[in-house]
Nanobody, 115 residues
Framework: VQLQASGGGLVQPGGSLRLSCVASGSISSISWYRQAPGKQRELVAEITNGGSTNYADSVKGRFTMSRESPKNTVYLQMDSLKPEDTAVYYC?????????????WGQGTLVTVSS
């Protein structure tokens, strides 16, 4: 499984950005994580194998994750951005083979929210 993320950049507070991630290979669930300087990596949003979407409390109502299944592409629409959203954002996928779970990571894309 390979993951290619893009779309990061510099945006002012209150602005919007859309991240994209293209996944190749068989995956079940797919997620966005982020890691701010000096902090642990945290889950931002995920689309589960069952198709449900979950969000971290800190981004509920501001971020929207969507998926185009035929293309295995996911998006993270980020609105009303805050300085505390500044982080490297990672696309991550999970699948199982022969009963063993595997998590894959794409390269990060930096999002900076600053005036």
């Amino acid at each position: 499984v390979q993951l290619q993320a893009s779309g990061g950049g510099l945006v002012q507070p209150g602005g919007s950005l859309r991240l994209s991630c293209v996944a190749s290979g068989s995956i079940s669930s797919i997620s966005w994580y982020r890691q701010a300087p000096g902090k642990q990596r945290e889950l931002v949003a995920e689309i589960t194998n069952g198709g449900s979407t979950n969000y971290a409390d800190s981004v509920k109502g501001r971020f929207t994750m969507s998926r185009e299944s035929p293309k295995n592409t996911v998006y993270l629409q980020m609105d009303s951005l805050k300085p505390e959203d500044t982080a490297v954002y990672y696309c991550s996928a999970f699948n199982t083979r022969l009963g063993i779970g595997y998590r894959y990571w794409g390269q990060g894309t930096l999002v900076t929210v600053s005036s």
